[in-house]
């Protein structure tokens, strides 16, 4: 096997202790041959990543490992690392014996750039100007890297990163994304998203989230749109740690591109007021008001995940968390809800019913202006209705009408078409309110809504 080291954050992680998964190779001859010799030993799937740079990947299922073998960049392993991102990844061990056993400690620390006394310092620094012109995503990079190793840059890299910031728009959305999808899911998610504001990557890649600065509000609210959101954010970071039984289950439940459903409806605070700028109102009477600003998120969203290449699952779990994130709250001057009000809340925000009604807590914990204790108490109040009804909902689904529509339009003598539809959605209602739970009793309602539809 030709000469080969162990490079980047898997050594990082290994000096702090941390849990390592992923291991990266460099190695001075053919990346394919080397790939090809470990995935033989570990009986694992081997494929290539890129043509261009001719990575290959080797999975190793039995260990939980994935081995990531790159051509050596440059003549020698120091020049390599010299054109690597920071110090803290810019170390190498050299890989003794087969790849096999192939592991972070191996081999004797190479540390030309001063990683190690980086780390001890949880300092991150950047390798330099060239390092972000190399790759524009490196700027958002070292936000994803102080939300998960909890590290602050020193002066020099803030500014160099400020300055390279908004070329970070120029990678593509993919890769974009996926750095946010680690920021946000990370331990320290809110300090790296301040640090992201001040420097100017959230103007870069999310400039719907930055239009939010110094947008004022109503007299309900203490802070500004921009404050408002991190503060929901924040709030519901506290409600998910909290979470147990049932509503742990489905916010642990996996959803789409790598993320949870709890995981996701963070990505769902984040965007959740972003039409707020575009619908921005201040009435006669000095009253700030937003009308609409949850239908044009909805659409704005939309633009946001085809931009940044996100699934269709994931796009329309944040548009509907964006779209019906107001109901519960409407809802609180309706109270006590009966069977049938609680039946169109759950139906109207199908399927995110558990998610919108979580997020809308934490919204409502985040509005603390006038009134703030009162109309806090009221909405959690009646939040702790719905949530068992939304669990409830989406454990089982609503209950089946109690008869199929060909049999209720031959009982009730009328073709297939809108009149059918509204009865039957009429009966589900019903249905859910135990007043049609059998066939009987469905087929005579339906004769009363026909002739007297308000009832």
């Known amino acids: 096997m030709s000469a080969s080291w162990i490079v980047g954050g898997a050594l990082r992680d290994e000096l702090l202790g941390r849990e390592v998964t992923d291991i990266d190779i460099a190695v001075e001859g053919d990346p394919e041959g080397a790939a090809r010799e470990l995935a033989a030993k570990l009986r694992g799937p081997v494929f290539q990543l890129s043509e261009a740079f001719g990575a290959w990947r080797v999975v190793d299922r039995r260990g939980g490992r994935v081995y990531d073998f790159a051509r050596l960049q440059g003549e020698t392993i120091e020049e ?3 054109k690597r991102d920071f110090t803290v990844n810019a170390m190498a061990r050299p890989l003794v014996g087969s790849a096999a056993a192939a592991t972070p400690q191996t081999g004797e620390l190479i540390d030309p750039l001063g990683g190690q006394a980086d780390l001890e310092d949880r300092t991150l620094r950047v390798l330099g100007r060239a390092a972000y012109e190399n790759d524009a995503l490196r700027p958002l990079r070292l936000a994803r890297f102080a939300a998960e190793l909890g590290f602050t840059p020193d002066a020099e890299t803030e500014r160099l990163t400020a300055e390279a910031a908004p070329r970070v ?3 593509s959305g993919e890769r974009v994304f996926a750095e946010l999808r680690g920021l946000l899911v990370a331990p320290r998610a809110l300090d790296a998203l301040a640090l992201a504001d001040r420097l100017g990557l959230v103007r870069a890649v999310l400039p719907e989230l930055a ?4 947008v004022e509000q109503s007299h309900y609210h203490h802070l500004d749109v921009y404050g408002h959101t991190l503060e929901v954010l924040e709030r519901l970071i506290e409600l998910e740690d909290e979470a147990s039984g049932e509503l742990r289950e489905v916010l642990d439940e996996p959803l789409a591109d790598e993320l949870t459903r709890g995981q996701a409806l963070r990505l769902g605070a984040l965007l959740h007021d972003i039409g707020k700028p575009a619908t921005h ?3 006669e009477d000095g009253r700030v008001t937003f ?4 239908r044009l998120g909805q659409e704005m969203v939309r633009e946001i995940c085809r931009r940044l290449k996100m699934s269709v699952r994931l796009c329309r779990f944040l548009e509907a968390v964006t779209r019906h994130h107001l109901v519960l709250g409407f809802l609180v001057h309706e109270r006590p809800l009966d069977r049938r009000a609680v039946y169109r809340y759950l139906e109207r925000t199908s399927p995110v019913e558990v998610e919108v009604t979580l997020l809308s807590v934490a919204d409502r914990l985040a509005t ?7 109309a806090i108490d009221a909405h959690l109040e009646l939040a702790e209705e719905l949530m068992p009804a939304a669990l409830e909902w989406r454990r089982k689904g609503p209950p089946p009408v109690p008869v199929r529509g060909d049999e209720l ?3 009730l003598g009328i073709e297939p078409g809108p009149e059918l539809g509204r009865l039957l959605a009429e009966l589900a209602e019903a249905a859910y309110a135990g007043e049609a739970s059998d066939r009987e009793q469905a087929i005579d309602l339906a004769r009363t809504l026909r002739h007297n539809p308000e009832r």
């Open 80 to 82: 390599d690392l010299a």
């Open 291 to 294: 009308m609409g600003h949850d």
């Open 281 to 283: 109102h201040v009435r």
């Open 169 to 171: 728009g120029e990678a």
């Open 211 to 214: 239009a939010l600065h110094d």
């Open 409 to 411: 339009a031959e009982e």
């Open 368 to 374: 603390r202006g006038k009134n703030a204790e009162r």
